[in-house]
């Protein structure tokens, strides 16, 4: 499954982006998604996920309050909200299933945060 990743771009701190994640295909709505971000010369790193139905939902530390997960089964797509952006949220950024990832990355989107 190639997952489709878009909405990233150049935006200065404290601007907003919404990002989207979509596998053509394959239908969402029974999988736990996360998002994941890597920055340059790090480790890929878990930002937020969401259960089957939206109700729960889960973020790192450093995005709480800022960013938002949510999905549209819908649509088969989830979302990443990204709010008062932060130079340090400058990083590549992917989706997948969680626990574990069990499809390929793919490239995810470039979201760069200028101070």
């Known amino acids: 499954v190639q997952l489709v990743v878009s909405g990233g771009g150049l935006v200065q701190a404290g601007g907003s982006l919404r990002l989207s994640c979509s596998a053509p295909?394959?239908?969402?709505?029974?999988?736990?998604i996360g998002w994941f971000r890597q920055a340059p010369g790090k480790e890929r790193e878990f930002v937020a996920s969401i259960n089957c139905n939206g109700e729960r939902t889960y973020y790192e530390d450093a995005v709480k309050g800022r960013f938002t997960i949510s999905r549209s089964n819908a649509n088969n797509t989830v979302y990443l909200q990204m709010n008062s952006v932060k130079p340090e949220d400058t990083a590549v950024y992917y989706c997948?299933?969680?626990?574990?990832?069990?499809?390929?990355w793919g490239q995810g989107t470039q979201v760069t945060v200028s101070s």
């Open positions: 997948n299933s969680r626990p574990e990832p069990l499809w390929s």
């Open positions: 295909g394959r239908t969402f709505s029974s999988y736990l």
